[in-house]
């Protein structure tokens, strides 16, 4: 079973891959992060994390027994892909990756994060 930061350099492979984090949505805190160029992973977590909070309070508010799988952010050069844990392990984790909008396979890269989160050990 790959570590959380060998499974990180793995889905730095990803074709377009810009950077990658697991992040902690309670506290906005990162667990790992791996970047391919310069980019500040970091305060991109930190705004990811607002966003997650926005829509589980969002759907709180629906009333609705809805989860949030998977949230796109599609920007005019990189898509933002947050995709939330649903092992009893990770509870309260995300994984975020940035892609090159250009050079990333969104579908590819949904794979390979669900694929990852469910072969990693903490």
Same mark, same amino acid.
């Given at each position: 079973m790959p570590s959380l930061q060998e499974s990180a350099q793995s889905l730095m492979s990803l074709d377009g891959a810009v950077a990658f984090a697991v992040v902690d949505h309670t506290s906005g805190m990162t667990l790992?992060?791996?970047?391919?160029?310069?980019?500040? $992973?970091? =305060?991109?977590?930190?705004?990811?994390?607002? /966003?997650?909070?926005?829509?589980?309070?969002?759907?709180?508010?629906?009333?609705?027994?809805?989860?949030?799988?998977?949230?796109? $952010?599609? =920007?005019?050069?990189?898509?933002?892909?947050? /995709?939330m844990s649903r092992d009893p392990r990770f509870a309260g984790l995300f994984s975020y990756l940035v892609l090159d909008r250009e050079r990333g396979n969104l579908a590819l890269a949904r794979h390979r994060l669900r694929a990852a989160a469910a072969d990693v050990e903490l």
């Open positions: 790992t992060t791996v970047n391919a160029v310069p980019f500040d $992973i970091e =305060l991109a977590a930190a705004v990811a994390t607002e /966003v997650v909070r926005a829509q589980m309070r969002a759907i709180d508010q629906l009333g609705g027994e809805q989860l949030v799988d998977d949230i796109l $952010i599609t =920007l005019s050069g990189q898509l933002h892909l947050v /995709v």
